[in-house]
């Protein structure tokens, strides 16, 4: 299983950015994907997931009112939608993908996370 992901940049405090990532090689769509982020010296940690099974999505309070998680158009990827960036949102975002979950269960738990992609940076100018 490869993960690539797309998008991140530049943005200023208060502005929009999308993040997008693919999952190919022996996928399913039972398979919950994720993303995390990292800033140095700190622990990655849980942003947003979403359940392929059911579409259910999963979003750390940190963010829940700023970032949306969806399923894109093609087939296992997805999209993180950010708006009302914020400085402190600067960080590598990483995607990532679990194995197969319940219907309507979001895994959240970095360790559970089997594959992993390469991150993009996002960076927010106060």
């Known amino acids: 299983v490869q993960l690539q992901a797309f998008g991140g940049g530049l943005v200023q405090a208060g502005g929009s950015l999308s993040v997008s990532c693919v999952a190919s090689?022996?996928?399913?769509?039972?398979?919950?994907m994720a993303w995390f982020r990292q800033v140095p010296g700190k622990e990655r940690e849980f942003v947003a997931g979403?359940?392929?099974?059911?579409?259910?999505?999963y979003i750390a309070s940190s963010v829940k009112d700023r970032f949306t998680i969806s399923r894109a158009n093609v087939k296992n990827a997805m999209n993180l939608q950010m708006t009302s960036l914020k400085p402190e949102d600067t960080a590598v975002y990483y995607c990532?993908?679990?194995?197969?979950?319940?219907?309507?269960?979001?895994?959240?738990?970095?360790?559970?996370?089997?594959?992993w992609g390469q991150g993009t940076l996002v960076t927010v100018s106060s």
């Open positions: 979403i359940s392929g099974r059911s579409g259910a999505t």
């Open positions: 090689g022996r996928t399913s769509s039972s398979y919950v």
């Open positions: 990532a993908l679990a194995g197969a979950a319940p219907a309507g269960y979001v895994e959240t738990r970095e360790s559970r996370f089997r594959y």
